[in-house]
């Protein structure tokens, strides 16, 4: 069997990609449906991009390398998309937006744009040895038992990253970069929650708290930080795990805009009689409280509390230094940081510089954004930027 483009993997990149690949595309995937990732997303809803969706959201070894593809493919085009498919949505919060209904609605859209462009959809389909024989690529695999041989003149890789295993992912894009001399940074799990060995967190389980998490070269988040019994999770540690590294400390604020020392000294005057426990507990949550008065002196009145003494446990609060023992791993991650290297590719094509019409997009590059829908619109950027790259060739 011989087609124009052969795209391995049906997930966000990989189905964008094949509405714009043009005539003759066959997507593979191994799973039983395409599109999980997107279907677990957002909480079932789908964070599909964000509002302020640019490359300084992203992490990269050259961090000038997604201007081009967001630039050719902004959120605003996913947008008009949706919009166009009748998908109603919304804005959550700083940007990120979300379908109304169900995550099923975009990958019904894109089931549908691939469709409308003539690509087929082989899932259940195993992927086998690959070979290049300077002209065309050749591509072993395995549907419903039996073993077919694909013969591709473009070759698109879209299968993801190492994060959430349990959803398929295997690394096969890392290992088909390998096979082709093409370089491979250093990746590990990232947007994922930390761990503690010792669990000293676990008293604190499912307590929330606004906060500031910064990490050691200065990176912070204000967001949401959510104690769990193995440490902790929450929209600011996921932003902060993909800046952390193994072994250092990270800073949390948990008082990042509540200006608590001077509403505590203002409530010696109005509450002077009540437990100083009581008064704080106003201001962030009580089990926090309550864990902090194992090793912290919170005793006595408000009344009785001198500015030193407040002064001091405010610093503490908005400057308290933990070191994980590590992260969930990939296990949980959301995305998976690093892949391969951008030095490689074309920032307009995603193409390869020394292997003419392979490709590499989404997860599998060396590009990675932050939580909030900048990852599904990388996805979406760089799969257009193959897709019709391909087809211009056609």
Not at 117 to 133: C, E, V
Not at 205 to 223: L, Y
Request: glycine letters at 10%.
């Amino acid at each position: 069997m011989h087609v124009n483009t052969l795209i391995l993997g049906a997930g966000a990149a990989g189905l964008h990609c094949a509405a714009h690949a043009g005539p003759r595309t066959l997507v593979v995937d191994h799973a039983k449906a395409a599109g999980e990732k997107i279907r677990i997303s957002g909480g079932g809803r789908c964070n599909f991009t964000n509002l302020g969706a640019s490359a300084a959201n992203f992490i990269s070894q050259n961090p000038h390398f997604a201007k081009s593809a967001l630039a050719r493919y902004t959120q605003w085009d996913f947008i008009e998309l949706v919009d166009r498919h009748g998908i109603k949505w919304h804005e959550k919060t700083l940007g990120q937006l979300f379908c109304d209904d169900s995550a099923k609605d975009i990958i019904a859209m894109l089931r549908t744009q691939m469709d409308a462009a003539g690509a087929q959809l082989w899932l259940n389909t195993s992927i086998g040895d690959i070979s290049y024989d300077g002209t065309n690529f050749n591509v072993t695999l395995t549907r419903n038992g039996k073993v077919a041989t694909v013969q591709a003149t473009s070759l698109v890789v879209a299968t993801g990253g190492k994060s959430i295993p349990k959803m398929g992912a295997t690394g096969l894009a890392y290992q088909i970069a390998d096979q082709f001399d093409l370089a491979v940074t250093d990746i590990k799990a990232a947007l994922v929650p930390f761990t503690f060995s010792d669990e000293k967190f676990k008293p604190l389980a499912g307590t929330a708290t606004p906060a500031r998490v910064t990490t050691n070269d200065g990176t912070a988040f204000d967001e949401a930080l959510l104690f769990t019994h193995r440490g902790l999770s929450g929209p600011a540690v996921l932003q902060a795990s993909s800046y952390w590294n193994d072994g250092e400390n990270i800073s949390l604020n948990v008082i990042p805009d509540t200006g608590l020392a001077a509403a505590l000294k203002q409530a010696r005057t109005t509450d002077g009689r009540k437990a100083f426990k009581t008064v704080l507990a106003h201001h962030i949550p009580a089990r926090l409280v309550d864990y902090l008065s194992v090793s912290a002196d919170l005793s006595g009145n408000i009344a009785d509390w001198s500015d030193t003494r407040i002064d001091r446990l405010c610093n503490d609060l908005a400057n308290w230094s933990v070191k994980p023992s590590g992260t969930e791993g990939y296990r949980t991650a959301e995305v998976t940081l690093g892949g391969i290297d951008t030095n490689g590719l074309s920032s307009k094509t995603m193409e390869t510089k020394t292997i003419p019409n392979l490709y590499f997009i989404g997860e599998a590059v060396d590009v990675t954004g932050w939580l909030g829908g900048y990852n599904f619109q990388w996805a979406w950027s760089s799969a257009y930027a193959a897709g019709t790259a391909i087809a211009a060739r056609s």
